[in-house]
């Protein structure tokens, strides 16, 4: 989700939340990681006209938004 909980800096509350109970520290790098091998999975089942696959111009629409959002916390 774009904002996890739909709270301010919820995505560091999911980080926080995952880290307790799971022992481990997840990285805000990792979810961006995650998501854009969500996003191109995505788009490849929309490129090869998968039944029931999103249409790729909006896929590939938020995998540039999502390229462009790492971009800038780099």
């Known amino acids: 989700m774009r904002r996890p909980f739909q709270v301010e800096g919820g995505l560091a509350k999911l980080l926080a939340a995952y880290a307790e109970l799971s022992g481990t520290d997840l990285r805000e790098e990792d979810v961006r990681f995650h998501e854009f ?3 191109l999975t995505w788009y490849a089942r929309a490129v ?3 039944a029931e696959a999103e249409p ?17 916390h780099a």
Do not use: T, Y
């Open 48 to 50: 090869s006209g998968e």
């Open 37 to 39: 091998c969500l996003h």
């Open 56 to 72: 790729a111009p909006p896929v590939l629409a938020r995998l540039r938004n999502l390229l462009r959002a790492v971009k800038a």
